[in-house]
Structures are given as structure tokens and as C-alpha cells.
């Protein structure tokens, strides 16, 4: 597995980085494991809370750089690479901040005499993380791991070595100890090695579906708890009286942010019949006046995708889509340009038979799905493999609550995306994994929840 540096605007490389060896694995798992049999994961809080609060600082005060390193690697466009470097620092805050109240011991009522829950850490944990929020994704599992006590060892994607180096160095100058957080170059069979390692307690996962059952079976084989956010075919449900102007505008962005390279990303658009024409027609209006370009320009809509293996995928998806029977209203082709450009694109008349109703299809196409009332969007947007977000819009709120207590997902959103915020629960059901990252959810997934008792 080769960690270079190519900037997918233009496909050229910037650098190449070696990858660690078995010798670096043992000599990281031996740190972490010092580490957490040490007083600072063992000891006050406060030492490692002081960590994350000069880590947010730093990362603030270094926005601009490190959006731009984000961007040339991965291609967000520099707005959204600027939005993903401030909500990594307000997690770091939000945990140094809050992670006393979280962790602190939980009393239960009991006869059996004076009983509470104490939260201490678990040990090593092993975290893979993917390459399309380059920093945010690395942020989620450091910063409750860190406040907690647990070690990370993490094996970032392969396309932005940059950006995992550039953190780490981020962890270690706020503070952190040799240990708290190490990143590795390194294979899939090492990070098997790891997490079968005694010396390791958990391993978490954000990644494919693919990526995600191999580390799970590996996790269960060796009795370790594991944590996955995968895939997701969300749905954005317009119901016939919702603000169709603002339902358009939002699910514009909701496609084709990070060039709809996102877990929960809308990806199907489930209109009601009474206003799936004008929707549609508004729609394919704003995705034809979408600016393609440079990530760095400022005035730029839509970048490239990660990769040219990114591309090739997503041209077959497509492709395959259309094959199957469904019809091609907008795009569906790469740009003639250099780098790894594809048109957004918008798909409709797709059938449960078409590989493309069950795939998730992870570049700026909208798949288009027509219902006659609110019972068959329920159960359109049930009918999926994967169960991570979702967004309803409709005036009224009550029939809205109503649909999303209905739809079978992580999360859902009324009259807006999928969002993230550091104190609301991040994660999903189905096959888009299980356990929770951020807010006080996230903390609890990696600590010992030990119950004492003095017997009356």
C-alpha cells in the first residue's frame, strides 16, 4: 500500500511517504501501552483536558494551513476544508470542556446498599479512519480517547499521508505524550496484527462496508470491542407542502458538498407526486449552474473527486445504473479536464432490481424516487441496506416528527441535511455500523463502566 500525496485537481504527485515497519508497530504498541499503564491515563483528567485545550487553540490558529493542505490533497474545495479545521478545534474544546461531567461516577438506587458507576480507561485503542474528512474523522476518535486516557494508534487512508502527519504533529506540540496518539503508515494485515495484540482493547472504524465487517470479524475474533460508521444511502424526503425553494436550495448542497463524497450525504431524493416535477426542474436548473473548478478558487461549486480510482468507480456505477434501466435526465460523465472531475448527475427511473436502488454511490449523483403519500416514503427510504442519516422537509413539523420516528436510520434532520455538530451523537444502524462517536455518547464507547458497591 503506497501513502503518496497526489493532488486530484490535477493528478500530479507531491510526495511520496515510506511505510512503517513491523518494527515501528511493536515499538508504538510498546509506547501506547506504557502510556496507559502510566499516570496520565491512570491519574487527573486535567493534565490530558489541558492537552485538548492547547490543541484547539493551535488548530485555530492554523486554519488557513492546514485547509489548504486538506484541499490540495483531497480536493474540498477551501471553504468546506476551512469549516471541517474549525469544527475539529470545537470538538477538542467541546471534550476538554465536558469530559469531567461525562465521566464522572453515576449513582443507582439500589437496596442492595450504596451503588455507583465509575468511568475509567480501556487500554490501546486501534482506529482507521478514511481519507474524506481528512482531519474531522481523526478529531472524533482522538479527542474522547484522549480526555479518557485510552492510547490511539491510527492507520489514516492511504491519499492523505499529509494531512495524518500534520495532525500528529498537531497532538504532540499541544502537548501529548509519546503515545497518546501515534499514526502509522501501514497495511491492512498490520492493523489485523494490532488489533489481535493483548496489548490492544478496541478498535474503531469509519470506512466501507468492506473495510468495516473485516476489522469487526477481527475485533469479535479476539474479544475486543470495536465501533463502525460505514456507508449510507440517505434519503431527502420532500413532502407535497414543503418550502420547495428551500428544499432545492439545501438539497443542492447536501449532493454536492465535498463532491458528494460523504457517509451522509443525501443520495436519495424521495419527492411527494404533487411536487416532484417543479423539484426536479429546479434541481437539474441548479446542478447546470454549478461552477466545476479549482478547489482553491473561492468561487468554485463543485471540486474533484479524491482520486482517479474514485472516478473510475463512480463512471462504472453510473454506467451500470444506466445499463440496468435507469434513465439518465442530468450528467453522468467525467469532465474533459485535467484532474478527477465528474459532472453532477442526476438519475431517475431506477427499480428495485437495479444495482443502483441498494449501492451507495459515493461522487455528485442524486438518485430521483417519486411517492403518492407519506406511508410509501417511509417505506422507500426503509427499503436499504444501510441506515446512517436522513433529512425531511415539510411545513409541518408535527407530520414531519411523526416520518422521521419512522425511518429506520442513526439520525435523521427536519427541513435541513445531515449534520454534525461535537455535542450531538454521530452513528447509524444496519449496515452503516453501530456504536456512537461525539457528544457524551462517544466517550462512553471505549471506558470500563465498572459498578461499586458498599453492601448495606
Same mark, same amino acid.
Given at each position: 500500500?503506497?501513502?503518496?500525496?497526489?493532488?486530484?485537481?490535477?493528478? %500530479?504527485? *507531491?510526495?511520496?511517504?515510506?511505510?512503517?515497519?513491523?518494527?515501528?508497530?511493536?515499538?508504538?504498541?510498546?509506547?501506547?501501552?506504557?502510556?496507559? =499503564?502510566?499516570?496520565?491515563? %491512570?491519574?487527573?483528567?486535567?493534565?490530558?483536558?489541558?492537552?485538548?485545550?492547547?490543541?484547539?487553540?493551535?488548530?485555530?490558529?492554523?486554519?488557513?494551513?492546514?485547509?489548504?493542505?486538506?484541499?490540495?490533497?483531497?480536493?474540498?474545495?477551501?471553504?468546506?476544508?476551512?469549516?471541517?479545521?474549525?469544527?475539529?478545534?470545537?470538538?477538542?474544546?467541546?471534550?476538554?470542556?465536558?469530559?469531567?461531567?461525562?465521566?464522572?461516577?453515576?449513582?443507582?438506587?439500589?437496596?442492595?446498599?450504596?451503588?455507583?458507576?465509575?468511568?475509567? +480507561?480501556?487500554?490501546?485503542?486501534?482506529?482507521?479512519? +478514511?481519507?474524506?474528512?481528512?482531519?474531522?474523522?481523526?478529531?472524533?476518535?482522538?479527542? +474522547?480517547?484522549?480526555?479518557?486516557?485510552?492510547?490511539?494508534? /491510527?492507520?489514516?487512508?492511504?491519499?492523505?499521508?499529509?494531512?495524518?502527519?500534520?495532525?500528529?504533529?498537531?497532538?504532540?506540540?499541544?502537548?501529548?505524550?509519546? !503515545?497518546?496518539?501515534?499514526?502509522?503508515?501501514?497495511?491492512?494485515?498490520?492493523?489485523?496484527? *494490532?488489533?489481535?495484540?493483548?496489548?490492544?482493547q478496541g478498535a474503531a472504524l469509519t470506512g466501507s462496508e468492506k473495510a468495516g465487517s473485516i476489522v469487526? /470479524?477481527?475485533?469479535?475474533? =479476539?474479544?475486543?470491542?470495536?465501533?463502525?460508521?460505514?456507508?449510507?444511502?440517505?434519503?431527502?424526503?420532500?413532502? #407535497? #407542502?414543503?418550502?420547495?425553494?428551500?428544499? $432545492?436550495?439545501?438539497? $443542492?448542497?447536501?449532493?454536492?458538498?465535498?463532491?458528494?463524497?460523504?457517509?451522509?450525504?443525501?443520495?436519495?431524493?424521495?419527492?411527494?407526486?404533487?411536487?416532484?416535477?417543479?423539484?426536479?426542474?429546479?434541481?437539474?436548473?441548479?446542478?447546470?449552474?454549478?461552477?466545476?473548478?479549482?478547489?482553491?478558487?473561492?468561487?468554485?461549486?463543485?471540486?474533484?473527486?479524491?482520486?482517479?480510482?474514485?472516478?473510475?468507480?463512480?463512471?462504472?456505477?453510473?454506467?451500470?445504473? $444506466?445499463?440496468? !434501466? /435507469?434513465?439518465?435526465?442530468?450528467? !453522468?460523465?467525467?469532465?474533459?479536464?485535467? !484532474?478527477?472531475?465528474?459532472?453532477?448527475?442526476?438519475? @431517475?427511473?431506477? @427499480?428495485?432490481?437495479?444495482?443502483?436502488?441498494?449501492?451507495?454511490?459515493?461522487? +455528485?449523483?442524486?438518485?430521483?424516487?417519486?411517492?403518492?403519500? &407519506?406511508?410509501?416514503?417511509?417505506?422507500?427510504?426503509?427499503?436499504? =441496506?444501510?441506515?446512517?442519516?436522513?433529512?425531511?422537509?415539510?411545513?409541518?413539523?408535527?407530520?414531519?416528527?411523526?416520518?422521521?420516528?419512522?425511518?429506520?436510520?442513526?439520525?435523521?434532520?427536519?427541513?435541513?441535511?445531515? &449534520?454534525?455538530?461535537?455535542?450531538?451523537?454521530?452513528?447509524?444502524? %444496519?449496515?452503516?455500523?453501530?456504536?456512537?462517536?461525539?457528544?457524551?455518547?462517544?466517550?462512553?464507547?471505549? $471506558?470500563?463502566?465498572?459498578?461499586?458497591?458498599?453492601?448495606?
Amino acid at each position: 500500500m503506497a501513502y503518496q500525496t497526489v493532488n486530484p485537481a490535477n493528478n %500530479k504527485l *507531491i510526495k511520496e511517504y515510506p511505510s512503517h515497519t513491523d518494527a515501528d508497530v511493536e515499538a508504538a504498541l510498546s509506547t501506547a501501552d506504557a502510556l496507559y =499503564h502510566s499516570d496520565w491515563s %491512570k491519574g487527573s483528567m486535567d493534565k490530558r483536558l489541558a492537552v485538548l485545550h492547547k490543541l484547539a487553540d493551535l488548530i485555530d490558529s492554523r486554519t488557513e494551513e492546514l485547509a489548504k493542505i486538506a484541499s490540495e490533497e483531497m480536493g474540498k474545495l477551501i471553504a468546506q476544508s476551512r469549516g471541517e479545521v474549525k469544527l475539529c478545534a470545537q470538538i477538542a474544546r467541546y471534550y476538554a470542556d465536558n469530559a469531567k461531567q461525562f465521566l464522572a461516577p453515576v449513582k443507582y438506587p439500589s437496596e442492595m446498599g450504596e451503588a455507583w458507576v465509575e468511568h475509567h +480507561p480501556i487500554g490501546v485503542v486501534m482506529a482507521v479512519e +478514511p481519507w474524506n474528512f481528512p482531519y474531522y474523522q481523526l478529531m472524533r476518535v482522538l479527542a +474522547p480517547n484522549l480526555a479518557a486516557g485510552n492510547p490511539v494508534i /491510527a492507520k489514516h487512508a492511504s491519499i492523505v499521508p499529509h494531512c495524518a502527519e500534520t495532525f500528529a504533529h498537531l497532538v504532540r506540540e499541544a502537548g501529548a505524550p509519546d !503515545g497518546a496518539w501515534t499514526n502509522l503508515f501501514i497495511s491492512s494485515d498490520q492493523v489485523a496484527t *494490532i488489533i489481535a495484540d493483548d496489548r490492544v482493547q478496541g478498535a474503531a472504524l469509519t470506512g466501507s462496508e468492506k473495510a468495516g465487517s473485516i476489522v469487526a /470479524a477481527q475485533a469479535a475474533k =479476539h474479544i475486543k470491542k470495536s465501533t463502525l460508521e460505514l456507508g449510507g444511502n440517505d434519503v431527502f424526503v420532500v413532502l #407535497d #407542502d414543503a418550502d420547495l425553494e428551500k428544499a $432545492v436550495k439545501i438539497g $443542492v448542497n447536501a449532493r454536492l458538498a465535498n463532491a458528494g463524497q460523504v457517509c451522509t450525504a443525501a443520495k436519495r431524493f424521495i419527492l411527494h407526486e404533487k411536487v416532484a416535477e417543479q423539484f426536479l426542474e429546479k434541481y437539474t436548473e441548479a446542478f447546470r449552474n454549478i461552477r466545476i473548478g479549482d478547489p482553491l478558487d473561492e468561487s468554485t461549486r463543485l471540486g474533484p473527486l479524491s482520486s482517479k480510482d474514485a472516478l473510475e468507480t463512480l463512471t462504472k456505477q453510473v454506467d451500470e445504473a $444506466v445499463k440496468n !434501466g /435507469a434513465t439518465l435526465h442530468y450528467g !453522468g460523465k467525467p469532465v474533459q479536464r485535467e !484532474g478527477s472531475f465528474f459532472e453532477p448527475t442526476i438519475l @431517475t427511473n431506477i @427499480t428495485r432490481d437495479n444495482p443502483a436502488y441498494f449501492e451507495e454511490f459515493f461522487g +455528485p449523483v442524486a438518485q430521483i424516487y417519486v411517492v403518492k403519500n &407519506d406511508d410509501e416514503a417511509v417505506k422507500l427510504a426503509n427499503d436499504s =441496506h444501510y441506515g446512517l442519516g436522513g433529512a425531511v422537509f415539510s411545513k409541518d413539523i408535527d407530520r414531519a416528527k411523526k416520518m422521521a420516528s419512522k425511518i429506520e436510520t442513526g439520525m435523521v434532520w427536519i427541513n435541513w441535511l445531515t &449534520d454534525t455538530a461535537a455535542e450531538l451523537p454521530f452513528g447509524g444502524v %444496519k449496515r452503516s455500523g453501530y456504536g456512537r462517536e461525539l457528544s457524551d455518547l462517544g466517550i462512553k464507547e471505549f $471506558v470500563n463502566q465498572k459498578l461499586v458497591v458498599i453492601r448495606r
